[in-house]
């Protein structure tokens, strides 16, 4: 253990990511040994089941600064980044993706700017190689969503690669939240935030754990975390929908004052009992999803669990 105190703290969260690590670590090091500061690098371990954790250790045997936290399961990579943060001590501490398409490289700027003095310094795609058109559409109306929505201000084509100062960790660490949206969280703390430019290349090797399912979710998350809005909207729908079956009713009671009861209305009254079904099962199911999220919260479960720790 080495006395003299830990300036960078790198975190990679590792989910079966074997074919990618030598070069990740080739790449890296070369990287934090140029700038010549004392350095951690924090991979944990994401209940990967392949040999990713043994790689690691191997990895950890040659270089001590390599250390290792292994989950005790696949948490996902918001909880492992979670963990990363937990047990990081350097005054700067940088996330950053253990595929590749995060340029290593480009630490050498977030560290620049951090000496000038910001506190988040983040890294933001200029460009999106590798990704399907559909993705970059998705991708664009979820931040164009979220950015409308929510109060804090997302920075769109920005992934969880960027500096953070250890006074922004400490402010991380005070949430408990159980739905980690980590990009929200990163920018709700404040602070002095800048971004540098980067373009992010396509996945090194092996693929990618997302679909559009999770992806979706993972959007959900986002705005039901960052947002009240969907639960409000309903209020408004309902004043409106008031507002029509009023002048719907006030046009039948003139209507049968004049030319009397029309029994048929057989179209009319399936066309409302569905419409009206239909709004309060959606109503419904917004409530459901924060419903479901506060459950998450009240069960107060640990966010993650160690199995075993390399090197702290
Ligand atoms: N990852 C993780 N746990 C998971 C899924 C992914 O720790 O359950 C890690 C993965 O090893 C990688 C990073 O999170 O370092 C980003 O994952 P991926 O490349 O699959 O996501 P994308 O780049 O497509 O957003
Ligand atoms: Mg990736």
Redesign the pocket.
Known sequence: MSTNPVVLSII??????ES?LDYLFQRLESVVQNLNLSYEIIC?????QDN?LQDLIVHHQRNSAIKIINLSR????E???TAGLDYARGQAVIP????L?DPPELILDLVAKWKEGYDVVYATRRSRQGETALKKLTAFLFYRVIGKMSKISIPPNT??FRLLDRRVVEAIKLMPERTRFMKGLFSWVGYRQTSVLFDRDP?LS?????NYWKLWNFALDGIFTFSSIPLKVWSYMGLLISCLALLYIVFLIVRISIIGIEVPGYASTIVAVLFLGGIQLISLGVIGEYLGRIYDEVKQRPLYLVRDIYGF
């Open positions: 990679v969260p590792v989910y079966n990511e990618n944990v371990n994401d209940g990967s990713s696949n948490f996902g990579k909880i492992a980044l950053i993706d253990s595929d398409q992934g969880d996945r092996g693929k990618t754990t997302w």
